[in-house]
C-alpha cells in the first residue's frame, strides 16, 4: 500500500512539509506565528541546572525533532537554551541536523538585539517556506512509515478493544516493513515478562526487564501505593483496578511482533521494526519523543469512560507530527464525537471485527500521510510541551 | 425477581479469568452471559449488585488473598471475600506492584 509523501535528502519521506524553528522561545514564537508554515517547541524545558544526562535528552529531543522527516527546513537561534552548556551550543543542533542533508540555517546573532533576530527570523523563514512549497508530493511504500502511539484515559474498553485495534495496525505496519512505536515505562509493570518473551534477543529482553526494574524502584522511593498515583483516578473511574491490569491491557497497542530493541525518548531507531521506547506517559511529552525519534504520525488510543471535565482536543504534542485520536468507548465517542478521527467502538457494539477496524485505522493512517488533515490539525492552539528528563533539577 | 432482568454481555479474555469485563451497565439480578475471547464457550452468572460499562464482574467465588486473574494473568489481590455475581474493583482489590507503601522490599508478595 501506498501513500503521498515529501522526499527528503536523506532518503526519509515525509508527511507533511514544515520548516521548524528552534529552540523555543520570543524569536521562534513571533517566526511561527507570523509566517505560515512553520512550527516551533514551546517548552520551558531550558536545560539549565539539569544533569549532563537531561541536557542530552534536550538536544536529542531537538536536533531529532530537527531531523524528522516532516520538516523540510530548520532554523537554529543561540537565544534561550542551555546557559553555555556544550551539549545545547547550537552549532552542534545544527551540524547534527544537517547530517540529514537538509537546509539548516542558524540566526547569527553575536551583535543583535532579540528584536533585531526577529525580523532576520521572519524573513528568512517566509523565503524557505515557500523554498519548501515547490516540492511535490509523490507515491511511496507504507513501508517508509514509522507510527508512534500512546493509550491515555485508559478504561477498560482500552485493553479489549481499542489497544488491540492499534496492535492489528502496528503488526500489519512492521509487517510491510515499516516502523512503530510504543512505550511508557509505567505501563509495563506487571506485563514486563510478556514484553520480554517477545524480544528478538536476550540482551533487549534484559533491556525491557531494566526499564520495568528501574520506573517501579523509582516509584517505591516515593513510599506511596502507586495506585494513588497511577492507574491515575480517571483509570480507576473508568473500570482500572491495578497497576498490573492497566499495564496488560496498555501492551496489547503494541500489537504482536519481535520488539527489536529499547530505546531511550527522543532516540531515532537504527532499523526498523517494533521498538519500545523508555518514555513517559504524559502527553505533551511522549509525542514529542516520538517525533524526535522520526515518527511522522503520532496516535492517543483514548479510553475517556473516566473523564470528567478534561478537553481532549489538546494541540499536537508531537509538534510536526499529526496527531489523530482514537477511541473505542461508545460513551466517550457520544460526548467527544467533534474531536475524535477514529471509532473502533463498533467491535464492541458487536458491528466489526478487531481486524475490520485494524483495516479502517491503517487506512485513516495512509489518507493522513498523503496531507488529510487531522481535527486536532484543524487548529491553531498550541499546547506546551514537557522533554521527559529523569534526573533532579539543581 | 433475582432472573427476571435483561440479559447482559460480560467480556472474558481467557478460559482462566476469574472477572469478566461487563459491556452493559448491569443492574442487580440482571443475567449476564459471559464470554470468552479465546474460545466459543460461553456461561451465565447473576449479578449480586449494579456494576457500570466497562467494570468487572467476579465469575466465581474469591477468597480473600486470592490473585484476580485477567488476560489470564495477575492484576492484583483479594482483600476481602469477593462472592460471584459481585463487583470486582479498588473497595476489595489491592494491586502487588510498586507498593511504596509497604515497608519491605520484597514484601509485597
Known sequence: ?394 | MLLSGDVKIGLAIKSADNVATVLNDVSYGDRILIKFADTTNTSTIISRENIPFGFKVALKNIQKGEYIIKYGEVIGRATEFIGEGHLVHVHNVEGLRGRGDLKMVGEKN
Not at chain 1, 71 to 86: D, E, M
Not at chain 1, 117 to 136: D, F, T
Not at chain 1, 377 to 390: A, G, M, R, S
Open chain 1, 1 to 394: 500500500m501506498t501513500f503521498l509523501g515529501y522526499e527528503r535528502p536523506d532518503g526519509s519521506v515525509g508527511v507533511r512539509n514544515y520548516v521548524l524553528i528552534i529552540p523555543g522561545g520570543i524569536i521562534s514564537d513571533v517566526v511561527s506565528n507570523f509566517v505560515t508554515g512553520c512550527k516551533t517547541v514551546v517548552t520551558a524545558d531550558s536545560g539549565s541546572g539539569r544533569s549532563k544526562r537531561d541536557r542530552e535528552t534536550i538536544a536529542r529531543t531537538l536536533i531529532g525533532l530537527g531531523m524528522n522527516p516532516n520538516v523540510a527546513s530548520v532554523i537554529l537561534h543561540g537565544r534561550g537554551l542551555g546557559s553555555g552548556y556544550p551539549e545545547l551550543n547550537v552549532n552542534r543542533l545544527a551540524d547534527e541536523i544537517a547530517r540529514t542533508g537538509k537546509r539548516v540555517e542558524v540566526l547569527d546573532g553575536t551583535n543583535d538585539s532579540t528584536l533585531d533576530l526577529v525580523v532576520k527570523g521572519i524573513n528568512l523563514a517566509r523565503e524557505m517556506v515557500q523554498e519548501a512549497s515547490r516540492l511535490r508530493r509523490r507515491e511511496f511504500d507504507d513501508s517508509n512509515l514509522c507510527i508512534g502511539v500512546k493509550c491515555g484515559a485508559s478504561d477498560t474498553t482500552s485493553g479489549i478493544v481499542g489497544n488491540p485495534v492499534v496492535g492489528y495496525v502496528f503488526d500489519k505496519l512492521v509487517g510491510k516493513g515499516g516502523t512503530a512505536l510504543f512505550g511508557e515505562n509505567t505501563e509495563i509493570i506487571g506485563a514486563e515478562h510478556i514484553l520480554a518473551k517477545r524480544a528478538v534477543n536476550e540482551e533487549v529482553a534484559k533491556a525491557i526487564l531494566e526499564v520495568a526494574r528501574e520506573t517501579e524502584e523509582r516509584a517505591k522511593l516515593i513510599g506511596e501505593d502507586i495506585r494513588t498515583i497511577n492507574p491515575v483516578p480517571s483509570n480507576i473511574a473508568g473500570g482500572i483496578t491495578t497497576l498490573e491490569e492497566k499495564s496488560l491491557g496498555a501492551i496489547a497497542k503494541s500489537g504482536s511482533m519481535p520488539i527489536q530493541g529499547v530505546l531511550k525518548y527522543g532516540e531515532r531507531p537504527k532499523g526498523k521494526g517494533l521498538y519500545f521506547v523508555d518514555n513517559w506517559m504524559g502527553m505533551l511529552s511522549i509525542f514529542l519523543g516520538y517525533a524526535a525519534a522520526g515518527a511522522q504520525i503520532v496516535l492517543f488510543q483514548l479510553g475517556g469512560g473516566g473523564l470528567v471535565g478534561d478537553t481532549i482536543l489538546y494541540s499536537s504534542g508531537g509538534v510536526v507530527a499529526p496527531l489523530l485520536w482514537l477511541t473505542a468507548n461508545p460513551k466517550t465517542y457520544r460526548r467527544f464525537g467533534d474531536e475524535i478521527d477514529f471509532y473502533s467502538g463498533t467491535v464492541i457494539e458487536g458491528k466489526e471485527t478487531i481486524q475490520e477496524a485494524g483495516e479502517r485505522l491503517y487506512n485513516l493512517i495512509l489518507d493522513t500521510a498523503s496531507g488529510a488533515m487531522t481535527k486536532t490539525e484543524t487548529l491553531t492552539h498550541i499546547d506546551p510541551n514537557q522533554i521527559y528528563t529523569v534526573d533532579p533539577m539543581l
